[in-house]
C-alpha cells in the first residue's frame, strides 16, 4: 500500500483539537465493519492520518485490516521520520537538563510523549507520559496527561488503563482541579460507560454535560448529542425525558441536524409508536456502526423496544392484540411473539388472552407489594430471633 509525500510533524501541543484521534479509532473500526459502503474513502482517510503522523504502527494496522502487503520503504520512511523529531527532542531535553528548569523539562518531556502518542507507539507513549507526569507538579498540567492516557485507552477500549486513570484523575480533581476538565472528565466516563452498557450512568453524566461540553478531542458536539439522546432514552423516565431532553435548549439547538435522531427522540415522547419503530431502525444502523455501542446494539433494540411496548400499555388496563400492533406497524404474529418473549423473562406485567386476542395488563400494586415484603421481612427476623433465643438457652 502505497503512501503519499509525508508532511513535516505537526504541533503536538493542543489536545482540544485533536479530534482526528479518536476518530482513526472509528475509521479503524469501520474497515471491519459489515455493510461499510465507503470503505476505500475511510482507507484513504487512516492512510492521510498515518503519512501526516508519520504512524508506523497505524499504517501498519491498516494493511493488516485490510489484508494489503505493508510497503517496507513507506513504513522505513514513517519510522525514519519519528526518529528524526524525537532525536530532536532528545537534544532539547539534554540542553534543559543543563541549563534550564523543571517546568521546561517537563514540557519536553510532553512533547515526546505526544509524538509517541500522535504516532501510535502505544507502549512507548504510556511509558513517555509516566515519566512527564513523574517531573509534573501542577494539577492542571498532572490531568492533561492523564487525559492523554485516557484517550489512548479509549482509542483500543482498553478498560485497565481507563480504570486506572478515570481514579486518577478523580483524585487529581478533589485535590483541587478546575471545572472545565471536570466537565471534559465527564464526557471521557460516559463514553466509556456506554462501551460496558452501563447506560444509565452515562446518560446523567451526559446530560450533566450538555451546556459546558468543552471535549471536542472526543467527538463532535452534535454526536455528543446524539449520544446523550441515546443513553437518556434507556435511562430516564418519561417526565425527566420531557424536562432533560425534549424541551432542553441546547438539545433543541442542534437535534435538526439529525432528523432520524428526532424522529427517535419525539416520536416516543409523543406516542407516535409506528414513528418510532421506523426511528428505531435507522438509530440501530448507527449504533451498529459506533464502536463504543456496535457490541450492544442488540441489547438496544430489544431495550427501546420494552421502552415503547411498557409506555403504550400503562395507558389500558386490556387492549386488542390487532389494535397494539396496528398503532406500531407490526403483524400480529410478530407482536405475539415479542410481548411473549418480555413477559416470560418477567419484563413486561401482563398477560394474553389468546382466544380473545386481548392483552391485560397487571397493575402493580404499590400497598400490596410493601405489605408483602414487610411480611417477609418479619417472617426472616423471626427466625433469627428463634435461632438466637436457642443459642441463649443452650
Not at 492523554?148 to 484523575?169: E, P, T, V
Not at 467527538?219 to 425527566?240: G, H, K, M, N, W
Request: aromatic share 8%; proline share 2%.
Amino acid at each position: 500500500m502505497a503512501s503519499a509525500e509525508a508532511k513535516p510533524v505537526v504541533d503536538v501541543e493542543d489536545p482540544l483539537k485533536e479530534q482526528w484521534y479518536l476518530a482513526t479509532a472509528q475509521d479503524m473500526f469501520l474497515l471491519t465493519h459489515r455493510g461499510h459502503a465507503d470503505v476505500a474513502a475511510t482507507q484513504a482517510r487512516i492512510l492521510a492520518t498515518a503519512t501526516e503522523r508519520h504512524a508506523a504502527p497505524l499504517y501498519r494496522a491498516l494493511c493488516n485490516a485490510t489484508e494489503a502487503m505493508p510497503d517496507a520503504s513507506v513504513a522505513q520512511a514513517m519510522e525514519d521520520a519519528t526518529a528524526a523529531e524525537l532525536k530532536k527532542l532528545d537534544e532539547q531535553l539534554a540542553t534543559a537538563i543543563e541549563n534550564e528548569g523543571e517546568s521546561e523539562i517537563r514540557a519536553v518531556l510532553y512533547r515526546r510523549a505526544r509524538v509517541h502518542m500522535n504516532s501510535f507507539d502505544k507502549a512507548k507513549a504510556l511509558a513517555a507520559f509516566d515519566e512527564t507526569y513523574a517531573k509534573t507538579v501542577p494539577i492542571g498540567q498532572k490531568l492533561d496527561v492523564v487525559f492523554c492516557k485516557l484517550r489512548m485507552g479509549l482509542y483500543d477500549l482498553d478498560h485497565a488503563i481507563l480504570k486506572d486513570n478515570f481514579a486518577k484523575a478523580k483524585e487529581l480533581l478533589d485535590a483541587g482541579g478546575d471545572w472545565e476538565r471536570r466537565n471534559r472528565l465527564k464526557v471521557y466516563e460516559a463514553l466509556s460507560l456506554m462501551s460496558i452498557r452501563e447506560f444509565k450512568q452515562a446518560a446523567t453524566l451526559l446530560l450533566d454535560s450538555v451546556a459546558t461540553f468543552t471535549a471536542t478531542e472526543i467527538c463532535s458536539y452534535e454526536q455528543f448529542i446524539a449520544y446523550a439522546v441515546l443513553a437518556a432514552q434507556l435511562a430516564l423516565d418519561r417526565p425527566t425525558m420531557k424536562a432533560k431532553v425534549v424541551d432542553a435548549p441546547e438539545i433543541l439547538a442542534v437535534i435538526g441536524k439529525m432528523p432520524h435522531i428526532e424522529s427517535f427522540l419525539n416520536s416516543l415522547y409523543n406516542c407516535q409508536y409506528h414513528e418510532f419503530m421506523k426511528a428505531l431502525v435507522r438509530v440501530i444502523d448507527d449504533v451498529s456502526a459506533d464502536r463504543y455501542l456496535a457490541r450492544h446494539a442488540r441489547h438496544y433494540y430489544f431495550e427501546c423496544r420494552l421502552v415503547a411496548y411498557k409506555q403504550f400499555l400503562e395507558s389500558y388496563s386490556s387492549v386488542r392484540l390487532e389494535s397494539m400492533a396496528r398503532t406500531f406497524g407490526l403483524s400480529v404474529d410478530f407482536l405475539d411473539r415479542e410481548l411473549s418473549m418480555y413477559i416470560a423473562s418477567g419484563r413486561l406485567r401482563c398477560k394474553i388472552d389468546q382466544v380473545a386476542g386481548v392483552i391485560v395488563t397487571k397493575r402493580l400494586n404499590v400497598k400490596n407489594t410493601k405489605y408483602q415484603a414487610t411480611i417477609k421481612e418479619g417472617d426472616l427476623l423471626l427466625n433469627r430471633i428463634q435461632k438466637l433465643s436457642r443459642v441463649i438457652n443452650v
